[in-house]
């Protein structure tokens, strides 16, 4: 097995799909694509290094374009291609691939429904904002000639055109998965323990020593609450032994977090009169 999957509920009704490589001579087989974006995080790197002058901008910029790219986006991205994942396991395919996820957070027979949907959900999104990015990208060009200064409107199109259509592979890879019966649900001990904490503090009728269908149960009854904290994101790296995921998963619970925040349209009218109601949701 080359490759296995994490589902990380972020509240009671979202969650973040990660997938780690488990191979670690997989640098030899990484595409040209891949190696000349391992060359520009490197060079990013050393811009953050700059006090100051353009590259410290672009790197600031840069920096919260990326926060606001969402984090279902991020998810799908760390999942390789179909073809990549065949290339460096002969085997992908024909075996299960492990997906690890709370028992006590996600009924277990809601995660492959969940997952179908989200492999297909955002497919057309992707597919339209690829070929946008890629047809926009040439008319940035009179840009170039600016001195001094790279062309940052080429170089931002060519990036998104990437990233979505890294993010249009891998929800391709996890519905080939689903729909091939190809995924092996494991209720993984060392996540049903963190978010037993978790859910029992987030709903009040959960207790953390209540048996794990009955707090599953109880979260889907649940309104839309977080769940976890930022500070949670380096202890899911942690227990699933995956260093990658503590970004993505403290992203993906900033933009939750955030999006809980707004106040749902649909009550606005009926609960305009009552701004304490308001602020709770």
Known sequence: MAMRLFVVPISTRRALIYARLLRKDVSKERSILDRVTDKAAETWAKWEEVDKG?????????????????????GLKSIPSLSFQKRIDESHGTKQVEVLFPGNAIKEEKLIPML?????????LHRR??????????????????????????????YRGWSHWRALNGSKHLQYLVENDL?????????????????????DEADREDPVEEMAENVEKSEDKILLRTKDAKKLA??????????????AITQVSEQLKQP????????????????QQ
């Open 129 to 158: 904002r690829m070929w946008w990015s890629l047809i926009a990208s040439p008319f940035t060009a009179p840009v170039a000639l600016i001195p001094i200064i790279p062309n940052i409107p080429f170089f931002y199109l060519v």
């Open 238 to 251: 942690t227990i699933l032994d995956a260093p990658g995921l503590a970004l993505e998963a403290e992203r």
């Open 183 to 203: 995924l092996k649900p494991i209720s993984y001990p060392g996540l049903v323990e963190l978010y037993a904490k978790r859910v029992s503090r987030t709903i």
């Open 264 to 279: 749902d349209p649909t009550q606005q009218g009926n609960n305009s009169s009552k701004p304490s109601e308001k602020k």
């Open 116 to 124: 179908h949907k989200l492999s297909k959900e955002r497919q057309e």
């Open 54 to 74: 353009w590259k410290k901008w672009v790197v600031s910029w840069g920096n919260r374009v990326q926060q606001r790219i969402p984090y279902e986006e991020w």
